[in-house]
């Protein structure tokens, strides 16, 4: 226990009670005078898991803090400082969220490539709010005649440009810091992520997304959502990510007729809806232009 005291700089008390508490949660374990992490801490929070989630809960750490607002945001519908307008004030919340975003894109990818037709005549994917710019590294580095536009505020793309660097495609890969809103994403796209995107904003501004979307795509484009879907009953999952959704963003989940409707307002046609496995990873949506 000095040890492991020394090592994260705290008292031995407060290291004893705090390790007490993750024996009796399942986090550690007890080996003769020795703790080690058990096997589910290590299948998710170290590198010798299949993806490791400690940014989620160094994220954890800031979302606490936010947590103390929720009385505020309840009676007011809505958060006093949404996420976004928190991240200009505190600049170390941008990168920190996208290394969370990124740990989920990690566990999502294989799912994507496995799910996303990709036809060899395809040629320009933009990937609206693609953060980190691990789904479009994947994806450029999977098909070799794709190049892509990753749209993110700047709050969001600190850490980006040296990721597609990292991965020798900055031949391929541009950032195109700016909102949504303002959209200038070009003509020819042929396929579009908008992956986990939409529960960031209100219904009518994804109707309005998807329409530009829809405007910005080459006949035979693939569209492509990744999100949470809103079901008539809430499991408590949906349910604590709606309250999260409320205080950060005030924005909220969206239900599958939903998309459906928005989609087919823009053209878009042949939906399929995939629910992926374990439920907790959210379902896509293809649409074809
Ligand atoms: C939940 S994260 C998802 C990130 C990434 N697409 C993924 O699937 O891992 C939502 C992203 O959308 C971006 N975003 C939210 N509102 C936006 C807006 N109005 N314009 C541009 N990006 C926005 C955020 O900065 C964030 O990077």
Same mark, same amino acid.
């Given at each position: 226990m000095?040890e492991?005291?020394?090592?994260?700089?705290?008292?031995?008390?407060?290291?004893?009670t705090?390790?007490?508490?993750?024996?009796a949660?399942?986090y550690?374990?007890?080996?003769d005078?020795?703790?080690?992490n058990?096997?589910?801490t290590?299948?998710?929070?170290?590198?010798?898991?299949?993806?490791?989630?400690?940014?989620?809960?160094?994220?954890?750490?800031?979302?606490?803090?936010?947590?103390g607002?929720?009385?505020?945001?309840v009676?007011?519908g809505e958060?006093e400082q949404?996420?976004?307008?928190?991240?200009?004030e505190?600049?170390?919340?941008?990168p920190?969220?996208?290394?969370?975003?990124?740990?989920f894109?990690?566990d999502?990818g294989?799912d994507?490539?496995r799910?996303?037709?990709v036809s060899?005549d395809?040629?320009?994917?933009l990937?609206?709010?693609?953060?980190? $710019?691990?789904?479009?590294?994947r994806f450029c580095?999977?098909y070799p005649?794709?190049a892509a536009v990753?749209?993110?505020?700047?709050?969001?793309?600190?850490?980006?440009?040296?990721?597609?660097e990292k991965a020798?495609?900055?031949q391929?890969i541009?950032?195109s810091?700016?909102?949504?809103?303002?959209?200038?994403?070009?003509?020819?796209?042929?396929?579009v992520?908008?992956?986990?995107?939409?529960h960031n904003h209100?219904a009518e501004e994804?109707?309005?997304?998807?329409?530009?979307i829809?405007?910005?795509m080459?006949p $035979?484009g693939?569209?492509v959502i990744?999100e949470?879907l809103?079901?008539t009953s809430?499991?408590a999952?949906n349910a604590?990510?709606r309250l999260?959704l409320?205080?950060e963003t005030?924005?909220?989940?969206?239900?599958?007729e939903?998309?459906c409707?928005w989609?087919?307002?823009?053209g878009f046609?042949?939906i399929e809806?995939?629910d992926?496995?374990?439920?907790?990873?959210?379902?896509l949506?293809?649409?074809?232009?």
């Open positions: 000095e492991l005291a020394a090592r994260i700089d705290s008292s031995l008390r407060g290291t004893a705090l390790v007490d508490f993750l024996v949660i399942g550690l374990e007890k080996e005078d020795a703790f080690a058990t096997a589910s290590q299948r998710w929070f170290t590198s010798a898991g299949q993806v490791d989630y400690t940014p989620g809960l160094l994220w954890t750490h800031e979302a606490w803090a936010m947590m607002s929720l009385a505020e945001t009676r007011k958060p949404t996420l976004w307008e928190a991240m200009i505190k600049p170390h919340l941008g920190l969220f996208s290394s969370y975003m990124g740990a894109a990690a999502l294989p994507l490539l799910h996303v037709p060899p395809y040629r320009r994917l990937d609206l709010g693609g953060s980190h $710019g691990l789904h479009s590294i580095q999977h005649q794709l990753i749209v993110d505020m700047p709050s969001a793309l600190t850490e980006t440009g040296p990721e597609i020798g495609l900055s391929r541009s950032l810091p700016g909102t949504l809103q303002e959209h200038e994403w070009g003509e020819a796209n042929d396929l992520f908008y992956l986990s995107v939409a209100s994804n109707r309005l997304a998807i329409r530009q829809g405007d910005s080459n $035979g693939l569209l990744h949470y809103a079901e809430l499991d999952l604590a990510f999260t409320l205080l005030g924005t909220q989940t969206h239900r599958h939903d998309y409707a989609l087919l307002a823009a046609s042949a809806r995939i992926l496995e374990p439920r907790e990873k959210g379902s949506i293809l649409a074809r232009r």
